[in-house]
């Protein structure tokens, strides 16, 4: 099982000890991870990944939006390890955006957006990077997915996973940044209904918020 660092349920901090958008502060609860942990945390998940798949080209698939945040840190970091280390691999990137969210809940139909030629992706390793898993079903259906175009190798990297015991389906990532109790959560690119993507550490939305910003 890969590695991760374990947000326990009542693990937050105070939003007053942070610095907070203005226009955000009556409509969260709590600060979860602030942005200096995420980056430390992803600069070692960077180094893991390029130690495991320095052997061929890599291409990196960012799922939009959400993972755009994480994305751009992570493959900075894999850059630099690409420039200073002695094991470097020729490092490529593509887009692709899923949508299985409406409001704060789940729908259960997954909608693929965009990687309609995935070709490139023959014969080569593929790193998925996600911003958070749930319940798994979104993850599976994108790798029966980039399964069709014969890479040589999928591995997974997401920023978060969450502790969904009576709704998971039991996937986990290959790399995982944090686990984290079953909250919803915005930041760090992570948004409800296409606000709270300008907030730097991820927090827990309260009530007041999901109300404001419901569609």
Same mark, same amino acid.
């Given at each position: 099982?890969?590695?991760?660092?374990?947000?326990?349920?009542?693990?937050?901090?105070?939003?007053?000890?942070?610095?907070?958008?203005?226009?955000?502060? &009556?409509? %969260?609860? #709590? /600060?979860?991870?602030?942005?200096? $942990? !995420?980056?430390?945390?992803?600069?070692?998940?960077?180094?893991?990944?390029?130690?495991?798949?320095?052997?061929?080209?890599?291409?990196?698939?960012?799922?939009?939006?959400?993972?755009?945040?994480?994305?751009?840190?992570?493959?900075?970091?894999?850059?630099?390890?690409?420039?200073?280390?002695?094991?470097?691999?020729?490092?490529?990137?593509?887009?692709?955006?899923?949508?299985?969210?409406?409001?704060?809940?789940?729908?259960?139909?997954?909608?693929?957006?965009?990687? &309609?030629? %995935?070709? #490139? /992706?023959?014969?080569?390793?593929? $790193? !998925?990077?996600?911003?958070?898993?749930?319940?798994?079903?979104?993850?599976?259906?994108?790798?029966?997915?980039?399964?069709?175009?014969?890479?040589?190798?999928?591995?997974?990297?997401?920023?978060?996973?969450?502790?969904?015991?009576?709704?998971?389906?039991?996937?986990?990532?290959?790399?995982?940044?944090?686990?984290?109790?079953?909250?919803?959560?915005?930041?760090?690119?992570?948004?409800?209904?296409?606000?709270?993507?300008?907030?730097?550490?991820?927090?827990?939305?309260?009530?007041?918020?999901?109300?404001?910003?419901?569609?």
């Amino acid at each position: 099982m890969a590695g991760y660092i374990k947000i326990e349920d009542d693990q937050t901090f105070s939003k007053q000890m942070f610095c907070i958008p203005q226009h955000y502060e &009556d409509y %969260l609860e #709590s /600060v979860m991870i602030p942005k200096g $942990l !995420i980056l430390n945390r992803t600069e070692r998940l960077a180094r893991d990944i390029c130690r495991d798949l320095c052997h061929g080209p890599l291409v990196a698939l960012c799922c939009l939006k959400g993972g755009y945040q994480f994305f751009s840190h992570l493959s900075e970091f894999i850059i630099n390890y690409n420039g200073t280390s002695g094991h470097s691999v020729p490092f490529s990137i593509d887009f692709i955006r899923l949508k299985s969210y409406e409001n704060d809940g789940s729908t259960n139909d997954v909608k693929i957006i965009g990687g &309609d030629d %995935l070709s #490139s /992706v023959k014969g080569k390793n593929v $790193l !998925i990077v996600e911003d958070i898993i749930d319940t798994g079903k979104t993850m599976k259906k994108l790798l029966e997915v980039i399964s069709q175009f014969k890479p040589a190798q999928v591995k997974v990297v997401s920023m978060l996973v969450k502790r969904t015991p009576l709704r998971s389906s039991s996937y986990r990532p290959d790399y995982i940044g944090f686990e984290i109790p079953d909250k919803f959560v915005v930041g760090y690119a992570l948004d409800y209904n296409e606000y709270f993507r300008d907030l730097n550490h991820i927090c827990i939305i309260n009530k007041e918020g999901i109300e404001k910003y419901r569609t």
